[in-house]
């Protein structure tokens, strides 16, 4: 009998309760979370203004946990430094917004954290190119970025089966991780597709249930 993998559970804390913003990281946390994941928003690149490195830094103190950092932002590459400097443990950024897409991903690891590539649902897998060899994780959205609760799209099963394929191809060790829509319903047909880092936002801190009950059912819908 094949064994179930390994998937690693990433709540968004952009829905969670930001008035007791540190309270339901803790919760999290305590609650069997993998990672605490970070939605930083510019206005630009996406609509929403959301928060920026001194959140991260505030967060910081109530999470033992990585703390995951997705930069929704035009030229990211000029805050990284901010955003390490204020505790995170993976940066992602878009490749949409980078033209020199390797440059940014060595700027990442040079200062001694985690470095993801994002991509849109409509931006294609290839685009990665020879940067895919060199991440630590690959963020498949499965809405159009921008805003918390939307429904996942799914035509984007294949793209993570796809380049779940490529990544079990060449060897190579970077988590795939998606973002978007995710709740016990579409859980396992990300993890069936090849997904093994989920993040859930509105699933975990916005249906009226406790952080402890929401991730544990998200975490039953996996077995």
Request: with cysteine.
């Amino acid at each position: 009998m094949e064994s179930s993998p390994q998937v690693k559970l990433a709540p968004s804390i952009l829905s969670a309760d930001f008035s007791r913003l540190g309270e339901q990281v803790a919760e999290a946390t305590k609650a069997g979370a993998d990672y605490i994941h970070v939605d930083v928003m510019d206005g630009h690149f996406v609509p929403p203004i959301t928060i920026g490195a001194p959140v991260v830094a505030a967060i910081r103190h109530w999470a033992n946990l990585p703390l995951d950092v997705h930069l929704m932002v035009e030229a990211p590459e000029h805050q990284i430094g901010q955003f390490v400097d204020a505790g995170a443990d993976i940066i992602t950024v878009h490749i949409e917004a980078c033209p020199h897409i390797r440059q940014a991903v060595q700027a990442i690891k040079e200062l001694g954290v985690k470095a993801g590539v994002a991509l849109k649902p409509g931006t294609p897998i290839d685009t990665l190119g020879e940067v895919l060899c060199s991440l630590d994780l690959v963020l498949v959205m499965t809405v159009e970025p921008g805003f918390g609760g939307q429904t996942f799209i799914e035509a984007m099963l294949d793209k993570i089966a796809r380049l779940r394929a490529e990544l079990d191809e060449k060897g190579l060790t970077a988590e795939l991780e998606v973002d978007g829509g995710i709740n016990a319903e579409v859980a396992p047909k990300v993890v069936k597709a090849g997904a093994r880092v989920l993040v859930a936002g509105a699933a975990v801190f916005g249906l009226g249930q406790t952080v402890n009950e929401a991730l544990g059912k998200l975490r039953a819908s996996l077995l």
